[in-house]
């Protein structure tokens, strides 16, 4: 069964901290990966990963994908309390479908 | 250029009741899906269409159609509205060259 599986559920940090977002799959005909943010509505694109070991960049954020290993992580440094969201991880495959894993949620204090 | 919209905003149903809830993109997209999210499960594919004219089942089918109308919309309905429909769903549209996917502003749907 293919699934994509995300960790912790859950955390809670302070602003200026650095933060690791985990993201494992077992998809067949993997395409891509992609990362979105989640504030109170939709999905918002961040990155994504079709090659191995390529690390993407946009400002504070960055991600980059295993493909050996199947996992991708997503790394925010400085954190600020505007980072405070859920941040989902989901893998292309097969034709356009995505699979989605159940997110991360992020709260960043003052 | 709205990119993805949705209507309606929110909806409140009684079990039984019908409706169908609206998606328009306008950035010339090839593929449209409806999803839905639940509370610790992640979003999760109801149906998606491909092109114009096609339309097939995602993980979660049971209990709705859709009708890709022309290239721009596509419409999830609802005959016979149950509690366990009650969500918010999204509809997606996709761009082939970069594989990302765009959503829309979302529908929160109670069934009473």
């Known amino acids: 069964e293919d699934k994509v599986v995300q960790s912790p559920l859950s955390l809670v940090v302070h602003e200026g901290d650095t933060v690791t977002l985990n993201c494992s799959y077992e998809v067949t005909n993997f395409r891509s990966l992609l990362w979105y943010k989640q504030e109170k509505k939709a999905p918002t694109f961040l990155f994504m990963l079709?090659?191995?070991?390529i690390e993407k960049k946009s400002g504070r954020l960055s991600s980059i994908l295993d493909k050996k290993e199947l996992f991708s992580i997503l790394n925010i440094t400085a954190t600020q309390t505007g980072d405070s969201a859920v941040y989902l991880c989901a893998v292309l495959y097969n034709t356009d479908k995505l699979i989605f894993g159940t997110g991360t949620r992020l709260q960043v204090f003052p | 250029n709205a990119g993805v919209t949705q209507t309606p905003k929110f909806q409140v149903l009684k079990t039984g009741q019908s409706m169908t809830l609206q998606c328009a993109q306008d950035?010339?997209?090839?593929?449209m899906y409806w999803y839905r999210q639940d509370p610790g499960m992640g979003l999760r594919l109801i149906y998606y269409?491909?092109?114009?004219?096609?339309?097939d089942k995602g993980e979660v089918p049971n209990g709705y159609n859709v009708s890709r109308l022309n290239k721009r919309e596509f419409s999830l309905r609802l005959e016979s509205a149950a509690p366990s429909q009650t969500s918010v769903y999204f509809c997606?549209?996709?761009?082939?060259?970069?594989?990302?996917?765009?959503f829309g502003p979302g529908t929160r749907l109670t069934v009473l």
């Open positions: 997606a549209s996709g761009d082939r060259t970069t594989d990302t996917q765009y």
């Open positions: 950035m010339n997209h090839n593929s």
């Open positions: 269409s491909a092109s114009e004219g096609t339309t």
């Open positions: 079709t090659s191995s070991g």
